[in-house]
């Protein structure tokens, strides 16, 4: 799918959302960040360069007279021909060569002594800042001074002094710039284009894969197709893709429990009408029973008709549950023992189950909450664990499967256990425990049994948590406080 997607079409997406030209994208940025940066190095190395390159000029002009002034010395005292000094000033492009020796100066060749010198550069004295600054005034300003210059003659004591008109070293110190600025602007554009071509490969092509991946995923994130396929690199484009894949199938996952939920909610609300009609009618026929003069039915009619009204009640808050909460707790104080013996008849252990059901909680603990949710909370825990225990095979032959339901009390919180013996809950059910629909320990579960005893136990304020034990099996520990006791409510009791 992602493959099959033109990298700069928008796909149906707006404008905002659509995929840039390659050149106005990273890539394109890229080469032009690259250029310039190479323009700004490249101007940084010029100042020096030039500023040598017109040094090297003047030195060159100077060893050419130097060169001229030693042949025109050994002829001494012989004078210099008109016609001989004209074309060794125009050999050495100067207007005058001096040559100082022994103390003494030497007029060897001149052409026309110009009545001012502009200005005067001694070669053997020269700084770098200083070069650097005579050199972007010979290329910005200078071009008509007449200009002075003299240094020593290789390592002799003698000085060459010269006279020269300055529009010759500009004209060649404006060559050079030109040569420089064409050679900088063929090393950026080669260098932009090499880095374009590498980071591109390496880096931008990635990120517009996961951009790809990402804008199909959007427009379809129902479709694993839309998941990006990850790679083996290292780098972080690589590691950012795989997370980006995990981020994908996760959200896929919610996405069908979402939509799991959705039909569930439905299903539920279409059952809920029908079963709340049907238990209407069995608790009519059951109050019936109550007038039956047999033993036996007297004894699990109460039992029946509180089965019954419990089961009423649970289809009128099953459509709370599932568009918001739990109803508001009623509470009142009340002893939990009878709690605790309702739940251990209606689970009806059979003797053939070889599960021991071991009530440990004592007729003198009492709880501050409400009776129905207590139940459904201890109700939902003993029955999973009576679930493990039955699918259940242990190695020990001798192996007892039991549960044992305990309470205490210690201030104003009551402390509820359900501990068994059974397998213990898998890795994957403890990572995703009190969660809906992911949480369950056995194949086939929903896991919302946890889910709302975790929302009851909150609501009264509690908490519920599972406990690491030594032997094999599973604790849950519930803790449940009382209500704070208003100031003036209790001066009224008092």
């Given at each position: 799918?992602?493959?099959?997607?033109?990298?700069?079409?928008?796909?149906?997406?707006?404008?905002?959302?659509?995929?840039?030209?390659?050149?106005?994208?990273?890539?394109?940025?890229?080469?032009?960040?690259?250029?310039?940066?190479?323009?700004?190095?490249?101007?940084?190395?010029?100042?020096?360069?030039?500023?040598?390159?017109?040094?090297?000029?003047?030195?060159?002009?100077?060893?050419?007279?130097?060169?001229?002034?030693?042949?025109?010395?050994?002829?001494?005292?012989?004078?210099?021909?008109?016609?001989?000094?004209?074309?060794?000033?125009?050999?050495?492009?100067?207007?005058?060569?001096?040559?100082?020796?022994?103390?003494?100066?030497?007029?060897?060749?001149?052409?026309?002594?110009?009545?001012?010198?502009?200005?005067?550069?001694?070669?053997?004295?020269?700084?770098?800042?200083?070069s650097v600054q005579d050199a972007f005034y010979?290329?910005?300003?200078?071009?008509?001074?007449?200009?002075?210059?003299?240094?020593?003659?290789?390592?002799?004591?003698?000085?060459?002094?010269?006279?020269?008109?300055?529009?010759?070293?500009?004209?060649?110190?404006?060559?050079?710039?030109?040569?420089?600025?064409?050679?900088?602007?063929?090393?950026?554009?080669?260098?932009?284009?090499?880095?374009?071509?590498?980071?591109?490969?390496?880096m931008v092509v990635p990120v517009r894969r996961?951009?790809?991946?990402?804008?199909?995923?959007?427009?379809?994130?129902?479709?694993?197709?839309?998941?990006?396929?990850?790679?083996?690199?290292?780098?972080?484009?690589?590691?950012?893709?795989?997370?980006?894949?995990?981020?994908?199938?996760?959200?896929?996952?919610?996405?069908?429990?979402?939509?799991?939920?959705?039909?569930?909610?439905?299903?539920?609300?279409?059952?809920?009408?029908?079963?709340?009609?049907?238990?209407?009618?069995?608790?009519?026929?059951?109050?019936?029973?109550?007038?039956?003069?047999?033993?036996?039915?007297?004894?699990?009619?109460?039992?029946?008709?509180?089965?019954?009204?419990?089961?009423?009640?649970?289809?009128?808050?099953?459509?709370?549950?599932?568009?918001?909460?739990?109803?508001?707790?009623?509470?009142?104080?009340?002893?939990?023992?009878?709690?605790?013996?309702?739940?251990?008849?209606?689970?009806?252990l059979s003797p053939d189950s070889r599960i021991?059901?071991?009530?440990?909680?004592?007729?003198?603990?009492?709880?501050?909450?409400?009776?129905?949710?207590?139940?459904?909370?201890?109700?939902?825990?003993?029955?999973?664990?009576?679930?493990?225990?039955?699918?259940?095979?242990?190695?020990?032959?001798?192996?007892?499967?039991?549960?044992?339901?305990?309470?205490?009390?210690?201030?104003?919180?009551?402390?509820?256990?359900?501990?068994?013996?059974?397998?213990?809950?898998?890795?994957?059910?403890?990572?995703?425990?009190?969660?809906?629909?992911?949480?369950?320990?056995?194949?086939?579960?929903?896991?919302?049994?946890?889910?709302?005893?975790?929302?009851?136990?909150?609501?009264?304020?509690?908490?519920?948590?599972?406990?690491?034990?030594?032997?094999?099996?599973?604790?849950?520990?519930?803790?449940?406080?009382?209500?704070?006791?208003?100031?003036?409510?209790?001066?009224?009791?008092?």
């Open positions: 799918m992602l493959e099959r997607q033109d990298s700069d079409s928008p796909s149906g997406l707006s404008d905002g959302y659509a995929m840039p030209p390659r050149i106005r994208g990273l890539s394109g940025r890229l080469l032009w960040l690259t250029i310039a940066l190479v323009m700004i190095v490249e101007a940084m190395i010029f100042a020096p360069s030039i500023a040598t390159m017109r040094l090297r000029w003047l030195e060159d002009r100077l060893n050419t007279a130097a060169a001229a002034a030693t042949v025109i010395d050994g002829l001494q005292p012989v004078e210099l021909p008109r016609k001989v000094q004209d074309d060794t000033l125009a050999s050495t492009g100067t207007r005058a060569i001096v040559l100082r020796k022994d103390g003494t100066s030497r007029l060897l060749a001149v052409a026309k002594i110009p009545a001012e010198v502009d200005a005067a550069f001694d070669l053997a004295n020269y700084s770098s800042m200083m010979t290329l910005f300003f200078g071009g008509d001074r007449m200009l002075r210059v003299f240094g020593p003659v290789g390592d002799s004591d003698m000085i060459i002094e010269v006279v020269m008109q300055e529009q010759p070293l500009r004209k060649a110190m404006l060559t050079y710039s030109r040569n420089i600025l064409v050679i900088s602007l063929a090393i950026s554009i080669i260098t932009g284009l090499l880095l374009f071509l590498v980071i591109n490969r390496i996961l951009a790809r991946s990402m804008q199909a995923f959007a427009e379809n994130p129902e479709d694993p197709a839309g998941i990006l396929a990850v790679g083996k690199g290292r780098d972080e484009v690589a590691v950012a893709g795989r997370h980006l894949a995990r981020m994908q199938d996760q959200l896929q996952k919610t996405l069908r429990q979402q939509k799991t939920l959705v039909e569930l909610g439905l299903a539920v609300s279409k059952i809920n009408h029908d079963m709340r009609n049907i238990l209407a009618s069995a608790q009519l026929m059951s109050d019936r029973l109550v007038d039956v003069d047999d033993p036996m039915v007297k004894s699990f009619a109460p039992k029946l008709l509180r089965t019954i009204d419990r089961a009423v009640g649970y289809t009128n808050e099953v459509l709370s549950y599932g568009q918001t909460s739990e109803a508001e707790p009623r509470r009142r104080r009340f002893a939990l023992v009878d709690v605790c013996r309702e739940v251990r008849d209606l689970l009806h021991e059901f071991i009530d440990q909680t004592t007729p003198d603990i009492e709880i501050d909450a409400d009776s129905e949710q207590i139940f459904r909370v201890v109700h939902n825990l003993c029955r999973n664990a009576v679930q493990a225990l039955m699918s259940f095979t242990p190695e020990d032959p001798d192996h007892q499967r039991r549960i044992t339901l305990s309470a205490q009390r210690t201030g104003s919180v009551v402390s509820i256990t359900i501990d068994d013996t059974g397998p213990g809950m898998p890795r994957k059910a403890k990572e995703n425990l009190f969660m809906a629909f992911r949480g369950s320990a056995r194949s086939g579960g929903t896991g919302l049994g946890l889910a709302i005893a975790r929302e009851l136990v909150l609501a009264h304020g509690g908490t519920i948590a599972l406990v690491e034990k030594p032997g094999p099996g599973t604790m849950f520990r519930i803790e449940i406080p009382d209500r704070p006791v208003d100031l003036d409510v209790f001066r009224a009791r008092a």
